[in-house]
């Protein structure tokens, strides 16, 4: 398997437990954070890339980026 090749095959990772209701992720494309609703019901994109950064799961979201913060 050729390494290297890495598009739009991002690995989205459930928020296990959080004890606030919002959390900061970081965008792993622009390094910009964003704060958003840990049980979003709709996909959360970073506002000045663009990139997706959580999809909703029905509990927790998924997120793409690192969680930098609770809120
Ligand atoms: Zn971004």
């Not at 296990?16 to 996909?43: G, H, L, M, W, Y």
């Amino acid at each position: 398997m050729p390494e290297g090749e890495q598009k739009e095959e991002r690995k989205f990772v459930k928020i296990r437990n959080s004890k606030s209701s919002f959390i900061k992720i970081k965008c792993p494309d622009c390094s910009s954070e964003q704060v958003t609703f840990v049980k979003a019901s709709s996909v959360v994109n970073c506002s000045v890339c663009g990139a997706k950064l959580a999809i909703p799961t029905g509990g927790n979201i998924a997120i793409a980026g690192e969680v930098t913060g609770e809120i």
